[in-house]
């Protein structure tokens, strides 16, 4: 079959590999004039900044795409694993380190209250649990209600009704260490206090196979595996916006025939797999009168995650007391998650993911210089707010308090910078509301209450990426493309 793939993110590349090695022609159509979607990368004054994921768990699911071309992941990208996973630090000066050694996990604890080892030792013995029944449910298509009725004694017994900060508090006493376990949801666009408990089996995977970089940045895996994807004849043509999916109608049914590109060519294609944001693809891509389920009402009707802002810089000094990855609490943690994901204001308040690859890998700054960037989870544009306006005092808001709380003489010495805010999701991505994570990680628009990887409305119309089951992050995203290769399997 001829295979289009609207979108060269994680979960279309991984897709389009799939398809490719199952023996189909494969075409992959991307808007930008790089690949990765999310994994962009932007290159400045000899820096070269990954635009979004940084965080790599769950190796294997690159080995799985490589093993069906009779190959390593490590002949095209170097995995590394990093020893301090992530350094949390909180407002009052407090820090909590975070690896994957059980011991020093438990004398982290005690630091803050050793009342809390037995609760922790116990939530982690759960969180084995979760993964399990979690991994399975992740692995699976979700087509069809008696899949979701499958699924329910699992998510009962696994009390999947709480948030994944009620189940910790479950176990854990202690405010500060609540707040450490259970902050994972935000690296895929749920708030802590809402997503469910499923989620803490982000934990176990981080602490069983461990967090890993790549080598050169995350880049390196988007074009690691693109190698793979055109020595194998795939065919990738960026700069090329899809503006349609065009339909026929098969036994009175709508079928794909092909796509539309803003140029106006047209290519034709038995399958379409779209990695593009759900909402798009649905709204934006095929005429009203072809969806039945997924009509603008349905589409609005969805709880759409939060946005991001985010810094780029270099700097010409090295910030040695800086790992790989800082988590920065504010004051108002709990509050301001409500004002980002509830009330949509931006709040004076912000907590922040600082990222320093410098800490690992020298290749990416010149010599001597460090390469960061940092984010802001805020509204997404729900919230009305003008960029255009508030973008530079936001800037000098976070560069400002970095330099005075972590990061002494931050301003003299930053020697390249540039930001993106909700704007960027919406314009370069193409992202329904601008925002970073699709639609939200809440149980109700989980599994069979998430738009489908195969299309109701549609034949031989596919999704994949992070709007889809199972959802974002990257583990989340090339699941969604086994899922899909799957189905294509069945047509
Ligand atoms: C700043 C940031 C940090 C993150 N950190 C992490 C992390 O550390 N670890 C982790 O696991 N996850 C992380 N995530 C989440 C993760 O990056 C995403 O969930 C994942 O990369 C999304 O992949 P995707 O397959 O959905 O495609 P996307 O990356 O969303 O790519 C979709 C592609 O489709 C293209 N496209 C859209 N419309 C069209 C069209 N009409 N025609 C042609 N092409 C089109 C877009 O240009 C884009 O290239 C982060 C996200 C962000 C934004």
């Not at 768990?57 to 795409?65: V, Y």
């Amino acid at each position: 079959m001829r295979i289009v793939v609207i979108g060269s993110g994680f979960g279309g590349i991984s897709a389009a590999l799939r398809c490719l090695s199952a023996g189909n022609e494969v075409i992959i159509l991307e808007k930008l004039d790089k690949p990765g979607g999310r994994a962009y990368y932007f290159e400045k004054d000899g820096f070269i900044f990954d635009a979004g994921p940084t965080v790599i768990t769950a190796p294997w699911l690159f080995d799985e795409i490589f093993e069906k071309f009779g190959k390593k992941s490590s002949d095209y990208f170097t995995l590394k694993k990093l020893e301090t996973f992530y350094k949390i630090f909180f407002d009052d000066g407090k820090e909590f380190n975070y690896n994957g050694v059980k011991q020093d996990i438990l004398s982290e604890i005690r630091k803050f209250n050793p009342g809390d080892v037995e609760g922790y030792l116990k939530f982690f013995e759960t969180t084995e649990k979760i993964f399990t029944a979690g991994f399975k449910l992740i692995a699976h298509p979700f087509g069809k209600f008696s899949d979701m009725l499958k699924i329910l004694p699992d998510l009962i017994r696994l009390r999947s009704d709480k948030s994944v900060y009620k189940y910790v508090s479950g176990y854990i006493k202690n405010e500060y260490l609540r707040k450490v376990f259970s902050f994972h949801p935000l690296l895929i666009g749920g708030n802590p206090y809402n997503t469910t408990s499923i989620y803490t089996l982000i934990h176990y995977l981080e602490q069983k196979w461990g967090v890993w970089y790549v080598q050169g940045g995350t880049n390196k895996a988007v074009l690691g595996m693109l190698k793979l994807f055109r020595e194998n004849n795939g065919i990738l043509n960026l700069n090329s916006e899809v503006s349609e999916i065009l339909v026929k109608k098969e036994n009175g049914k709508p079928k794909v025939k092909g796509v539309k590109l803003t140029s106006g060519k047209i290519i034709d294609a038995d399958v379409v797999i779209s990695n593009a944001d759900v909402a798009f693809t649905y709204k934006k891509y095929i005429k009203p009168v072809y969806r039945k389920k997924y009509t603008d009402r349905k589409i609005d009707s969805f709880k759409y995650s939060m946005s991001l802002f985010v810094i780029y810089f270099g700097t010409k000094i090295k910030y040695n007391h800086l790992p790989h990855h800082s988590i920065i609490l504010g004051k108002t943690y709990k509050e301001l998650l409500k004002d980002i994901f509830t009330n949509y204001k931006l709040s004076d308040d912000f907590s922040l993911y600082l990222h320093r690859p410098t800490a690992s890998d020298d290749s990416v700054a010149p010599p001597g210089n460090d390469c960061f960037y940092v984010l802001s989870p805020v509204p997404n544009l729900k919230s009305g707010i003008n960029w255009n306006e508030k973008g530079e005092v936001y800037k000098n808001l976070i560069l400002d308090y970095l330099e005075k709380k972590y990061m002494p003489g931050l301003r003299k010495n930053i020697v390249t910078e540039f930001y993106v805010t909700p704007e960027y999701f919406l314009n370069k991505l193409n992202s329904c509301l601008g925002t970073a994570f699709a639609i939200e990680p809440i149980l109700f628009q989980s599994a069979w209450m998430r738009p489908h990887n195969e299309s109701e409305d549609i034949k031989n119309l596919f999704l994949v990426g992070a709007g889809t089951h199972p959802g974002a992050g990257l583990p989340g995203v090339i699941s969604s493309a086994k899922i899909v290769e799957k189905l294509i399997r069945n047509i």
